[in-house]
């Protein structure tokens, strides 16, 4: 398929993340490659129960400078920061235990490489092989960083389901949006 081309919301947006340690930056510096690790449903976990997203992508790069004598602070460029990276859960207690395949992750360290996608359709699956069974079956529009997965808080409710702010890390720059298309 191609790129969403409407307005809409993003229904069946997910957000995947490979669970290999990344021990070499230099191997996911590019969008090939990191498109590359969500070719099969076996080598990532798909974050599920996501309530709220953050935003995704590269922050600009501008400053506020105060300047003496006028009414407005002057903007320069300087160095972005990564915006923070918070995905709000409905928190289920089984599905982060330190034994789970997301539980394991959570504060250990190390690096992993995650794929966020925006979809107005749910497709098969969240892997990127082109054809029906995956992406390739519904518009998709897909960004990927490799970051750490940092800390997860629950927060314990009395009136609606019980959540959970789970904590990223960027570790590198953001790329994409790329698509995933029938072959």
């Not at 993003?10 to 957000?15: E, R």
């Not at 996911?28 to 590359?36: A, I, S």
């Not at 529009?141 to 789970?166: C, H, M, R, W």
Request: charged share 10%.
């Amino acid at each position: 398929m191609a790129h969403i081309t409407s307005i809409g919301a993003g229904i069946f947006s997910a957000m995947a993340v490979n669970t290999t340690e990344i021990t070499d930056l230099t191997s996911v510096d590019d969008l090939t490659e990191l498109v590359g690790k969500f070719t099969s449903a076996a080598t990532f976990t798909e974050i599920k129960n996501v309530r709220e997203f953050p935003q995704i992508g590269t922050p600009a790069n501008i400053v506020n400078v105060p300047v003496y004598g006028q009414k407005t602070s002057s903007q320069i460029q300087g160095q972005s920061d990564s915006p923070n990276l918070e995905v709000t859960l409905n928190y289920i207690p089984s599905e982060w235990t330190p034994s789970s395949a997301l539980g394991a992750l959570v504060g250990n360290g190390k690096v992993y490489a995650f794929q966020f996608s925006m979809l107005n359709a749910k497709p098969a699956g969240l892997h990127t092989t082109a054809g029906a069974t995956g992406l390739g079956s519904v518009n998709n529009s897909n960004f990927y960083f490799v970051g750490k997965i940092e800390a997860l808080l629950v927060s314990p409710q009395l009136t609606d389901a019980n959540q959970a702010t789970l904590t990223l890390s960027s570790q590198g720059g953001f790329f994409g949006p790329a698509t995933v298309g029938l072959t």
